[in-house]
């Protein structure tokens, strides 16, 4: 009896500390907001605007002083901002729980080539992390494996859903790739000289990568025996329905990784991570390769570099015209995902204007991802997947949100943290 | 029967040199006593002491006579050193000569001692007599001698405190007896454990330096007769206490710190330096420590590959730069100081490297006392490095000036035995010469030098095939033509430039020949001249990196006008104020102030606040973890602050200006903090507070318990035990300081020395923390000990007590948002500072990260959106709150009149995103201006090409090179540990 009274204590509590936001119903009512300034995510904006939806579409993006009717619910949002939906590119939410809990890790398979190998299905929807995410803005992500040559195929979810199929948005979207370094160092604890040289295995390393690549191009003319599973998950960059997410650095690596992918007729190729970029933006227009960025929250690798070196990077790259977004692969990344709008922010105050510096984390991300036809921006007929924020959304101070939609739906912006935080207030409160 | 010829050859050498004593049975007992006569020649007594023309007599290994009139009697066997120079041979006093190496213990990490009967620490050595292990090594010796050595001071090099050494004369041909100079030449330490125990305390330097402390002070108490049991590592150290101290450090940083070790027991170290010392002269220089210095120099970076030449460092290059003119600039800063061939690959490269030090402006006087005089006086021996009357009779004989690269070094004489190195006899016979065999003439061309000299034949036009050696003063020469073999053997004429000998032609017939010369070879002392106009050495700067200061800022007087003040003040935010910085100080608060010759700055639309201040940070040193005990209050981080580490400067391009620098988290009792400014370019001294707070850093949670081992053995593994931990530390603290107050002798121990500290209330505890259980329980030991915890840092579950918390009056400095990165924190929220505020408890935002701690006004944004502090309040997070904490609150935090005038100039609101630094100031010196970072940035490029440049000349000149080396940075959290 003990026991169960015990058993049922345990769980009532669990439950009440565990209890994940239960997503958000469909929209059946039409929702309109005015008077906020809208940033609309292509580098405009308009003030004490009108923004519009239904069925989880955009129907409406204009001025508020335009005399049209209201639909739905009118939200009164004066002094506001509304944003279209921040998106993380190279995220790997819900791939783990907790960092130093190897049984909470899904993020890393064996093997080196492993393209067969998708995300969508250790996503996590209910992670404590993932709703997280959406007290400050970041409603979608990309959700990349880790590891490896290829790491295996990524696919980018909405993150107000109850399972992995539900949170789906994008499925199998990319395939991702770790580019090997051009340099090694000597192995100091055999005695080795421990200075970095030119590696002379790198060649061989490309040589491998090209050759995976023609194999699986040859296997999918057809005409084969037996199933190859790997190669044909590689069919899409092929015919272009996939793109190669290319993660490398330096400049000699970013320039083999687009050049030999390209020669070998991969259609869309995204260069991620990209340290170096900045000497090869020629080739990344020509090709029209889109750059996804390290977080600008972390050190210039040499002493030599300037302490700004990772904020200004982005500047730098839309400025000879390439398409730039903001990747999260990185120390503690998951949990830090959720910063996101800073880093946005962070390339700003180091020379990106404002809305373009948006544009970053909304359809240049969407671009990239191959998603901007449905979302990305607050344009009519795209997702109503948006928020609104007290202030500006890429600074702390005005990063409070009130209110947020995925694809209409009307979503909770409770997490395990506000819960804390209430139940502990109320603690001392009542006291 | 070989190995018996072997060992009959041996014996015979032995007899010969036998001790007077000795019985012989293989002969009659003879004694050599030869006088040797050296005459005419340049003699070099003592680098200052040159007798032009003078005789050196030596009998019985000594120097018996020396000067312009000696006597020279009937029976020496002289020698005319006409045009030749007799210096003394030189002495190394840093040598493993004849010592193997120890071997590694490849098994695991263990806490305990391995050897018993001796000190508690394996590394801890000063028992080791290498004389056992001893074993003249004929090779390296020859080696020795043909650098010019005549002396070597030997000993193993394995662990901290290493034991005696032994001063060898490097004599061939003698027994032990007679090389072993001096049996305790000396007592060697360094910071490096012995590798022949894998006991892992300690395994940081501050652990060593601590370390070492202890050890003293025991055998102090043990020499007192004050223990129950032997130990005879400690007996051996008091009776190496008067014996000559050598510490061999790895750069200039460390020799600061052994010899601030030294001197905290009155015990001078020689310091074996790393040949860094340029780096910071002054700071070398007020040591007032003799100095042994390698000759050891790195080559060129081969720098052809621009990629990878792009990713070397300006301090890895212009380390190639400056590091020839180390000896020079040390001797012109008159510090006491020999040179040794400790680190050199080949024994070879000495002369090369010393050469180009020469080169680089180092005196050659100076080096020759380094390699003599300076040697035997640091050694205490006046009877080496010097040719006078009664001395050791160890002497080289040259062709010319020692260092001189065209000098050829002819005998090395050890004891008076003479070891030939090249062949006196062999004339230099380099030149053209006109050759006339059976009637046919040849043309010879004679290069090289000693017995390498080499000949190439010519008739006519043509090439013939030859063969040529010269030694033993005989010629032979074969010259291979069309109509066969001819050979010749012959020697030089006598005071002439000429040759003659007997030719064999094919058929066996035999003639004469002759060679007259043509022409000497060309002069070199043109080509020497020539090399020294070359040295191009770049500026040292403060630290030695790329964005290091060439000149320190200096305390100004700043007046910054019309500027919006956060004082994080009962004043809040003043609107178009003025702020008046003077002699270091918050001067004057107010409107339309003025002051004479002040710099002033127009502040409008920007934002002046006090400069933030870091609770938790790792940076700016070179150890953060002492892991190797589960407690450790015996180190500090004050040991091993590293001014040199670019982060400083990162975080003042942030607005931090002091930081708290913590021991990590490896153990419960962990080591005591460095409060610093961030003064980029003064030393770690010039950068610790003065009166400098007490803080230790204590831990708690799944680093100390060892959670990501996959076998902890160390106690404790868990949370329970922690708690007892604490309880067994302090009740013997306790016990101590009772005993201590008694009046009553006790052994001096620093760790219970720190922690009494902490029952008197003297010094403050800053505890990594993490769930509500372990916090609790921490202020309830504390509260039974009867004092209190001073902050609980990270305390991420802090909201949860919060109110125990304010009642116990501890104060919290935490992440704004950091969690999820392990199981103790998955219950964090970035509303905990704003609870813990609420409920009264004093919040901190910390970094605990490199990174983060450049930017740590959005951290502190962060609690407006988390929380709804307001913008005082959060900046006060980063402020004044840290500085309460840190007990620092009457100095900084705050802009207050009469405070030190460590402000920061924002371009922005500062806790918004878009803020950045423009100028940040500590006590008055801008050590960040943006302007001049852009400057420096310029710079930086432009002395990188200018040193590529250098070192492709170097390439293309034949010199060698090395592959490209990158420095990574070093990241520091609280679980970093060192090796």
Known sequence: MKNLLYSLLFFFVIANINAQQTPANKQTTAISIEGATAHLGNGKVIENSLIMFSDGKITFVGSAMQRIARLGTVIKAEGKHIYPGFIAVNASLGLAEIDAVKATLDYDEIGSMNPHVRSIIAYNAESKVVESMRPNGVLMAQITPRGGVISGTSSVVQLDAWNWEDATFKVDDAIHMNWPGSFTRGRWWLGEDPALKADPKYADYVENIKSYLANAKLYLKGNNDKKHLPFEATKGLFDGSQKLFIHANGQKELTDAVTVTKDLGVKNVVIVNAEGAESITDLLVKHNVGVVLQRPHRNPNSEDDAYDYTYTIAKTLVDKGVTVAIGMEGQMERMNTRNLPFYAGTFSAHGLDKEVALQLITSNAANILGINDKVGTLEVGKDATLFISEGDALDMKGNIINKAYIQGRDISLETHHTKLWKRYSNKYKSK | ?979
């Open chain 2, 1 to 979: 029967m070989r190995k018996l010829l072997f060992l009959l050859f041996f014996l015979s050498l032995s007899v010969s040199y036998a001790q007077d004593y000795f019985p012989t049975d293989k002969g009659v007992k003879t004694t050599k006593n030869t006088t040797f006569a050296f005459t005419n020649a340049t003699i070099y007594v003592t680098p200052t002491d040159v007798i032009k023309k003078g005789t050196l007599l030596i009998k019985d290994g000594k120097v018996v006579g020396v000067g312009r009139s000696v006597k020279i009697p009937e029976n020496a066997i002289t020698t005319d050193l006409e045009g030749k120079n007799i210096y003394p041979s030189f002495i190394d006093l840093y040598s493993d000569f004849g010592i193997a190496k120890p071997k590694n213990n490849r098994s695991g990490d263990q806490y305990e001692a391995n050897r018993s009967g001796y000190y508690w620490n394996d590394h801890i050595r000063p028992d080791i007599n290498p004389l056992g292990d001893f074993k003249f090594d004929s090779r390296k010796a020859k080696e020795m001698i043909n650098a010019g050595f005549g002396v070597v001071n030997t000993h193993m090099h394995d662990g901290i405190i290493r034991g005696n050494g032994l001063l060898i004369a490097l004599n061939p041909n003698a027994s032990d007896a007679y090389r072993l100079l001096n049996e305790n030449s000396g007592q060697f330490l360094s910071f490096n454990k012995s590798v022949t125990s894998r006991q892992s305390y300690p395994n940081s330097r501050m652990g060593a330096m601590a370390l070492l402390r202890q050890t003293y002070l025991d055998a102090d108490w043990y020499a007192k007769g004050n223990m129950n049991n032997k130990d005879l590592a400690l007996e051996a150290l008091n009776k190496n206490k008067n014996l000559v101290q050598f510490f061999e450090v790895g750069n200039w940083l460390d020799a600061t710190r052994a010899d601030k070790v030294g001197d905290e027991f009155n015990i001078q170290y020689t310091i074996i330096g790393a040949g860094d010392e340029y780096e910071r002269i002054a700071d070398i220089k007020a040591l007032n420590a003799s100095f042994i210095i390698p000759v050891n120099f790195t080559n060129a970076f081969d720098v052809s590959n621009p990629l990878l030449a792009r990713q070397i460092s300006l301090r890895d290059m212009r380390k190639w730069n400056q590091e020839p003119s180390n000896l020079s600039v040390l001797a012109k800063n008159n510090i006491n100081f020999a040179l040794t061939t400790h680190g050199l690959k080949s024994v070879k490269s000495f002369h090369k490297n010393l050469q180009k030090a020469i080169k680089y402006g180092f005196d050659e006087e100076k080096a020759l006392a380094a390699l003599t005089t300076i040697p035997a006086s640091i050694i205490g021996n006046s009877e080496i490095g010097n040719l006078k009357e009664g001395s050791v009779a160890n002497f080289l004989i040259t062709s010319g000036d020692v260092f001189d690269s065209s000098t050829t070094l002819y005998e090395n004489w050890v004891q008076g035995q003479k070891n030939v190195i090249n062949d006196m006899t062999i004339r230099d016979i380099t030149g053209e010469y006109s050759l006339s065999v059976n009637n046919k003439s040849y043309k010879v061309t004679i290069t090289g030098s000693g017995a390498k000299q080499k000949a190439s034949i010519t008739q006519g036009d043509d090439k013939v095939k030859s063969t040529f050696s010269y030694s033993n003063e005989w010629i032979s020469m074969t010259l291979n033509e069309k109509s066969g073999y001819t050979r010749l053997i012959g020697k030089v004429i006598n005071d002439s430039n000429g040759m003659e000998g007997t030719a064999f032609d094919t058929e066996g017939n035999e003639s004469k020949w002759t060679a007259s010369m043509l022409m000497r070879k060309e002069d070199k002392k043109s080509r020497k001249k020539k090399e020294m106009s070359t040295v191009e050495v770049v500026p040292v700067s403060y630290p030695n990196l790329g964005f290091g200061n060439f000149s320190q800022p200096k305390t100004e007087t700043i007046l910054i006008k019309n500027v919006t003040v956060w004082t994080s003040e009962e004043a809040g935010i003043l609107k178009n104020t003025d702020v008046l910085l003077k002699d270091g100080k918050i001067a004057e608060i107010g409107n339309n102030l003025s002051a004479r010759r002040a710099t002033v700055i127009d502040g409008t639309g920007k934002h002046l606040t006090a400069g933030i201040i870091d609770e938790h940070s790792h940076i700016a040193a070179s150890a953060i973890n002492e892991g190797g005990q589960n407690s450790s209050a015996e180190v500090t981080i004050e040991d091993v602050v590293d001014p040199t580490d670019i982060n400083i400067y990162r975080n003042i391009s942030g607005g931090t200006t002091t930081s708290q620098i913590l021991h990590g988290s490896a153990n419960p009792i962990g080591g005591r903090s460095a409060i610093i400014k961030l003064k980029w370019g003064e030393n770690a001294d010039e950068m610790i507070y003065e009166n400098t707070p007490k803080f230790i850093k204590f831990a708690l949670g799944e680093n100390v318990k060892q959670s990501r081992y996959s076998n902890g053995t160390r106690f404790p593994q868990t949370r329970m035990g922690v708690e007892q931990l604490f309880i067994d530390y302090f009740t013997r603290a306790k016990e101590y300081d009772a005993l201590k107050k008694s009046g009553k002798p006790y052994r001096k121990d620093i760790e219970l020395d720190v922690l009494a500290e902490i029952l008197n209330k003297e010094r403050f505890i800053s505890c990594h923390s993490y769930v509500q259980s372990e916090i609790n329980m921490l202020m309830k030991v504390a509260e039974k000990f009867d004092f209190n915890i001073n902050t609980f840092t990270h305390i991420l579950e802090g909201y949860k007590v919060a109110d125990k918390m304010a009642k116990h009056g501890v104060g919290g400095s935490t992440f704004s948002d950091w969690w999820a990165y392990k199981y103790e924190v998955i219950d964090a929220i970035p509303y905990n500072a704003a609870i813990m505020h609420n409920v009264g408890v004093t919040v901190a935002i910390n970094s605990d990260d490199r990174e983060m701690s450049r930017r740590l006004n959005q951290e502190a944004a962060k609690t407006m959106k988390y929380g709804g502090l307001s913008e005082i309040d959060a900046w006060n997070t980063v402020t004044i709150n840290p500085a309460k904490l840190l007990h620092i609150d009457d100095r900084v935090g705050s802009i207050k009149e009469g405070k030190d005038a460590d402000v920061v100039l924002w371009s922005d609101y500062p806790m918004s995103i878009y803020a950045k630094v423009e100028k940040t100031i500590i006590e008055g010196k801008v050590f960040f201006d943006r302007q001049e970072d852009l400057k420096k940035r310029k710079a930086i490029t432009q002395e990188k090409s200018r040193l590529i440049n250098m070192m492709l000349q170097e390439k293309l000149g034949g010199g060698k090179t090395i592959p490209p080396m990158i420095r990574k940075d070093r990241d520091f959290h609280c679980d970093t540990l060192e090796e």
